[in-house]
């Protein structure tokens, strides 16, 4: 017999599953990684109380997010045959482009591990996890102008670093 709670959880998982995994997707860039990362997100989500402070989405993204932040504090090392010298990154509107190119990606993930939080995790969300700046502003609960300038500053501070 279904409680209320399983009825939720199912719901959530037909309604979210291909944003959960899209999000987890562009973090990752590996299916098969994806693919398990998303069932422990509805796994987890299962085991947790959904408080209604944001989305469904959010709520579900934010989970997904620790268990991709999970993932990359076990991965020692990034490699790349390019250079940061190599990378052309001549301004801050450059930088959403830049991750298309997986090496120059990898060279942003690694300015990114030194930079201090909630610019990391801003800069992660809105170019790697494509949230808007209102879900950004709902996981941090803060508003939507915050997310804003968090990753002004945040997208400014990893042009420098490049």
Same mark, same amino acid.
Request: net charge negative; aromatic share 12%; hydrophobic share 35%.
């Given at each position: 017999?279904? %409680?209320?709670?399983?009825? @939720? #959880? ?10 959960? *995994?899209? *999000? $987890?997707?562009?973090? &990752? ?25 944001? %989305? ?6 934010? #989970? ?10 076990? /991965?020692?090392? *990034?490699?790349?045959?390019?250079? $940061?010298?190599?990378?052309?990154? +001549? ?8 991750? &298309?190119?997986? +090496?120059? %990606? ?15 995790? =801003? @800069?992660?969300?809105? =170019? @790697? ?18 997310? /804003?300038?968090? *990753?002004? /500053?945040?997208?400014?501070? =990893? %042009?420098?670093?490049?």
């Amino acid at each position: 017999m279904d %409680t209320p709670e399983d009825k @939720f #959880i199912e719901q959530l998982y037909q309604t979210y599953y291909m944003d959960v *995994y899209s *999000y $987890i997707m562009t973090l &990752l860039k590996n299916p098969s990684e994806a693919e398990e990362l998303t069932q422990e997100t509805f796994f987890k989500a299962m085991h947790s109380e959904f408080k209604g402070n944001s %989305t469904e989405q959010t709520w579900l993204c934010a #989970i997904a997010k620790n268990l991709c932040n999970d993932i990359f504090r076990k /991965r020692k090392k *990034y490699s790349c045959d390019e250079s $940061i010298e190599n990378l052309n990154v +001549c301004s801050p509107m450059h930088v959403e482009n830049d991750v &298309l190119n997986k +090496c120059q %990606t990898t060279e942003i993930h690694k300015v990114l591990h030194n930079l201090d939080e909630p610019f990391k995790e =801003v @800069f992660s969300l809105r =170019v @790697f996890g494509e949230l808007s700046f209102k879900e950004i502003g709902e996981i941090f609960d803060k508003s939507e102008n915050w997310a /804003r300038v968090t *990753y002004h /500053r945040s997208k400014l501070k =990893v %042009t420098e670093k490049l």
